[in-house]
């Protein structure tokens, strides 16, 4: 009996020691791979900061790497000069995305109401080519847009009125109107998470509100928006960051607005190194100033273009994930 006992105290104690190795293992492991993530994720951001804090006459150093000897705003203050100015460019690029963020908001969701809550006939194929302009590159698409655009004409009415076509290229409303019409950053994704979602709502709802007299828009107003908001907030989210930061849209369709990701691209092109450096070495005094200025500017500017992505993020990220996973996006 005491034998027993024993060899059974034994397993028991065995039991709790591999439990607590494979325990330890486990978390080894785990976050091993965590702090690993983290710091590649992390390193370009960590090794960037002193380098655009640093003194333009600094840069390239060998003896300076990690800790700046003099720290200094200039690179700062140079790309502020350069691109950002009295702070409108910035307003414009943020008014812009979000208008053109609410614009799919609402195209979106009536149009994923419609695939997800409405049966009618060819839905599925209907669905079938939102999936497929999803998924086809943009530019295979680039020249029959951009010539729909450059004659752009409405069933042949716009030419039996004005006797030609418009052309919408260049205009500043052209990238509204291609939201309108459903063709905008990623639109075809948005109308699937739309869909997703309101697919998955109880069809109680709609049938209560049949009942009680609505029509399709009046639910659509009344049960489909108001019970949206996770799917809502998504799509605005991915609408405003992918719209500010387009160049795509923006450098084909409206190349002459004024959006901040065509002119950090245009104000930092390769072209214009010799001349960024010269207006440096004028406003600071930085007359050793070498390439590597240039590049302390380019990413100051680009840390500032960043900056409504990061507020809206710190505001946004308690809800980012819950609302993925209710819109369906990974359903």
């Not at 869909?195 to 709609?206: A, M, N, S, T």
Request: proline share 5%; charged share 10%.
């Amino acid at each position: 009996m005491l034998q027993s006992e024993t060899r059974t105290r034994k397993q028991i104690t065995a039991y709790h020691v591999k439990a607590l190795f494979r325990k330890i293992i486990f978390g080894y492991v785990f976050y091993s791979l965590i702090i690993g993530l983290g710091f590649a994720i992390l390193y370009p951001l960590i090794k960037l900061i002193p380098f655009v804090f640093n003194n333009l006459e600094d840069l390239g150093n060998p003896d300076v790497i990690w800790v700046p000897i003099d720290l200094s705003v200039d690179s700062f203050r140079a790309a502020i000069r350069l691109v950002y100015g009295n702070g409108v460019p910035m307003l414009q690029s943020v008014a812009y995305a979000a208008v053109i963020a609410v614009i799919q908001i609402f195209m979106c969701a009536i149009a994923g109401y419609s695939l997800g809550r409405v049966n009618f006939w060819g839905r599925n194929l209907v669905m079938f080519l939102v999936i497929v302009t999803f998924v086809v590159p943009p530019q295979s698409l680039l020249i029959s847009q951009y010539l729909s655009f450059k004659h752009f004409d409405v069933f042949g009415l716009i030419s039996a009125i004005n006797g030609s076509t418009i052309d919408l290229i260049n205009q500043p409303y052209t990238l509204y109107v291609i939201a309108l019409l459903g063709f905008g950053v990623k639109q075809s994704m948005f109308v699937f998470i739309f869909r997703q979602f309101f697919k998955g709502l109880p069809k109680e709802l709609e049938e209560a509100a049949y009942i009680d007299g609505c029509g399709f828009y009046k639910t659509f107003f009344k049960i489909g928006l108001p019970n949206a908001l996770p799917a809502i907030m998504t799509v605005g989210i991915l609408a405003f960051v992918w719209n500010y930061g387009d160049t795509y849209y923006t450098g084909y369709f409206h190349p002459d607005g004024p959006y901040l990701s065509i002119k950090l691209t245009t104000t930092f092109a390769p072209a214009n190194v010799n001349n960024i450096l010269y207006a440096v070495r004028t406003w600071y005094d930085a007359p050793g100033a070498t390439t590597f200025a240039f590049d302390s500017v380019k990413q100051a500017a680009a840390l500032i273009f960043l900056l409504p992505l990061l507020i809206i993020y710190f505001f946004a990220q308690r809800r980012i994930v819950e609302n993925l996973e209710q819109s369906g996006i990974v359903g």
